[in-house]
């Protein structure tokens, strides 16, 4: 059985900072590419940013240079460290993985970014 589990989040005043984590088990984790993905109420799910199994990284605009996704592959664990939080950050973050056809999504964490 596949699960994704998210863990970090939580209420931050803005400027603050969170980690996220997320715990894979049930896939060969270091063949996936892992994501992070977002969704706030009423707008439709966007990707953070995402690596890939040989240590690239990609980042939505808006999160660029405050945002840092990496892996460990021996723990089964993605992170994201988020710095310099906005209000317009707060959202549910999921985690995603990818392999071919095979995609997987955890239950989602929630940060809220307000003061």
């Known amino acids: 059985q596949v699960q994704l589990v998210e863990s970090g989040g939580g209420l931050v005043q803005p400027g603050g900072s969170l980690r996220l984590s997320c715990v894979a088990s049930?896939?060969?984790?270091?063949?996936?590419?892992m994501g992070w993905y977002r969704q706030a109420p009423g707008k439709q799910r966007e990707g953070v940013a995402l690596?890939?199994?040989?240590?690239?990284?990609n980042y939505t605009d808006s999160v660029k240079g405050r945002f840092t996704i990496s892996r460990d592959n021996a723990k089964n664990t993605m992170y994201l460290q988020m710095n310099s939080l906005k209000p317009e950050d707060s959202a549910v973050y999921y985690c995603?993985?990818?392999?071919?056809?095979?995609?997987?999504w955890g239950q989602g964490t929630q940060v809220t970014v307000s003061s």
């Open positions: 049930g896939i060969f984790f270091r063949i996936y590419t």
């Open positions: 995603n993985a990818v392999k071919l056809r095979f995609e997987y």
């Open positions: 690596i890939t199994t040989t240590g690239s990284t």
